[in-house]
């Protein structure tokens, strides 16, 4: 059989990486840590999480929005986290709320 690889691929819509990793496959981890339980340095303390979640509360408190919360903060110098980390842990309290709500 004549003919290229990558005519070949291409023709079975397969990537070349794709190819590349079914033929070469990468080694095994023996023992992988799950993401959640994975340390890292530039991960958020419970402590600051709690902290977050007591400024966003008390914003909600007064009809103030997340980016309203994390704002305040900012302007009195307190950047405990992105704006984004504040948006996902306003959704895991909100999701705790609403299930104990639900139950």
Known sequence: MTGSQ???LR???ISRSTW???VNPRPRTTNP???ADRAYSTRISQADRERIEERILAGWADNH???HSFATAW???LML???RAWWRIAAGRLFRIQSVNVA
Do not use: F, L, M, N
């Open 6 to 8: 990558r005519q070949a």
């Open 11 to 13: 023709a079975t819509g």
């Open 20 to 22: 590349h990793y079914r």
């Open 33 to 35: 840590i799950h993401q």
């Open 65 to 67: 929005s997340v980016d």
């Open 75 to 77: 302007d009195e110098g």
């Open 81 to 83: 986290a992105s704006r």
